[in-house]
């Protein structure tokens, strides 16, 4: 089960990204705050609830029997999640920047309200196919090249999810050992990996998770 989230924040009080979001679905969200690896929603959690990033970042996860977690997604500011046509979450997802706000929505009420808001039913589809987008390049990734191509194309994706200009510069959201969870290899070659495309100067390391990609 999740740890208690921090007191839901009035609707007033919303931040601004979440202006571009239907008026109507704005208007049944509240705001909750959530501490560093503290789970939003955990596995097998009924799933009555619909959720938006508005600040700092958020990862699915399954946690296996023998106590190995496999990452699944990462979630950044404007991603909608908790969809599901189940009645209980397979996956867990929890926050990975202190400070994550998350934007909360009755999925009952979500539900009604894409049945009478075209702004919101189109929101819903376009965000869900965002996600098996996202899914599919990581499948790219995982299965058809090797550790190191895995490296780098997961931080031109990482990239290209989070730059708005031709900035050249990522701040990743996650840690080398959650990329090795995503990618399926160890730390030891993620580690290995950033020396040796640093090296090569294909990107510039301004620390742990701060990164210039140099070359494509």
């Given amino acids: ?7 839901p924040t009035a609707k007033e009080d919303l931040p601004d990204p979440l202006a571009a979001e239907p008026i109507q679905l704005r208007s049944i969200g ?5 501490r560093r690896e503290q789970d939003i929603y955990g596995q097998d959690e009924r799933s009555d609830t619909l959720y938006r990033v ?7 996860y399954l946690m ?3 106590g190995r977690r496999h990452l699944v997604d990462v979630y950044l500011p404007g991603d909608l999640f908790g969809l599901t ?16 706000q998350i934007a909360c929505y009755p999925r009952q009420r979500v539900e009604a309200l894409a049945g009478e ?3 919101t039913a189109t929101e819903i589809r376009t965000q ?4 098996i ?3 599919q390049e990581q499948m790219l990734i995982v299965g058809t090249m090797t550790a190191q191509e895995k490296v780098l194309e997961f931080l031109v994706y990482f990239h290209d999810r989070t730059s708005t200009g031709r900035d050249n510069r990522l701040a990743l959201p996650i840690s080398r050992y959650d990329i090795a969870d995503m990618l399926g290899i160890s730390a030891e070659t993620v580690c290995r990996a950033f020396t040796n495309l640093q090296e090569r100067g294909v990107i510039t390391l301004q620390g742990p998770r701060r990164i210039t990609i140099r070359r494509r």
Avoid: I, Q, Y
């Avoid at 089960?1 to 007191?7: D, L, R, V």
């Avoid at 869900?128 to 996600?131: L, N, R, Y």
């Fill in 64 to 66: 296996r029997a023998d």
């Fill in 1 to 7: 089960m999740p740890n208690a989230p921090t007191k």
């Fill in 54 to 60: 508005v600040s700092g970042s958020a990862c699915k």
């Fill in 117 to 119: 808001d075209l702004a």
């Fill in 128 to 131: 869900s196919f965002e996600a």
């Fill in 85 to 100: 046509c189940r009645a209980h979450h397979k996956f867990a997802v929890r926050a990975v920047a202190d400070g994550t």
């Fill in 30 to 34: 509240h705001l909750r705050r959530f």
């Fill in 133 to 135: 987008r996202r899914l």
